[in-house]
Each structure stands twice: as C-alpha cells, then as structure tokens.
C-alpha cells in the first residue's frame, strides 16, 4: 500500500497527498470542490463527501499524488488492462499494476496511476514535473 505524502483521514477514507508527484492538472478541485479546495486549510477535507465519491475522484488523478485508502484497509485496483495514453507535449499517462525501476536504482515504486517524463527534464525522474512546459515556452 503507497502511504506516500500527507495523509487527510475522515472516519470513511484516508486520503494520501505527494505534492512532489501533482502536476496540477486539477481533476480534484474540478471535480470535487467541497472536498479539494486550495483555498482551504487543510486544502483536502475528506470528511465533506461520501468515502466513495472522494475515492472516485482521487482515482481521477493522472499523477497518482492522491492516493486512498477506506476505513476498512481496502484500496484502489489497479486497472487492466494496462494503458499507457501519449500527450502531445510529451507526458505518458499510465495506469495499471506497475513497478516503476528508477535510473537512480533502489526498490521498485508500486503505483496504479502514473503521469512519467519522457523528455528527460523533469527534476522528478521518472515523474513528470511539467517541465516542459519551460522548454515549449522558452523555444528549446
Ligand atoms: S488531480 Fe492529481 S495531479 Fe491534478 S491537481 Fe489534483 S492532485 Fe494534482
């Protein structure tokens, strides 16, 4: 189970948050605002809705920086078949049961959603970071 990031817990679910992984593509405040609203401190309230809609929207999340587990220890299934979706700025969303090997070497990173860098800029290898977006705007 990825307990990675800061945990938000309602009695229902415990929604877990690594910042280093959101690239703000903001399925979450779109879709769920009473509960993720960055004005707010804590910007999660996972209290404001049913464990289910909370857990619907976080599987929304592209990067995979929200991550849930429900009261009774369930969490998310990884999706099959494996998808790998290409965007034309680069970025390869991915979703399924992965094991991300980092260059750097070290423990295999068990995730079910992923968005990876494929340009080689990002400052969170294998993750995008939405870096290039610097080098679209800077012409490089
Ligand atoms: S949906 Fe995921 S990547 Fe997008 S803003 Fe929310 S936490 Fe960040």
Not at 57 to 69: D, E, K, M, Q
Not at 78 to 101: W, Y
Not at 106 to 128: D, K, M, W, Y
Request: charged share 25%; glycine share 8%.
């Amino acid at each position: 189970m990825d307990t990675r990031g800061k945990a938000y817990t309602s009695p229902e679910i415990t929604v877990y948050f690594d910042g280093t992984r959101c690239i703000h593509a903001a399925e979450c405040v779109r879709g769920l605002p009473s509960v993720f609203d960055r004005d707010k401190r804590p910007w999660v309230q996972a209290s404001n809705a049913p464990a289910e809609q909370v857990a619907g929207i976080v599987r929304r999340c592209p990067s995979g920086a929200l991550r849930y587990v429900l009261a009774d220890q369930t969490t998310e299934t990884p999706e099959t078949p494996t998808t790998l979706r290409q965007f034309a700025d680069g970025r390869l969303e991915v979703r399924g049961d992965l094991r991300i090997i980092p260059a750097a070497g070290g423990e295999a990173i068990q995730v079910a959603r992923a968005t990876l860098c494929t340009c080689g800029l990002s400052r969170n290898l294998p993750f995008c970071d939405n870096r290039h977006q610097t080098r679209t705007e800077s012409g490089s």
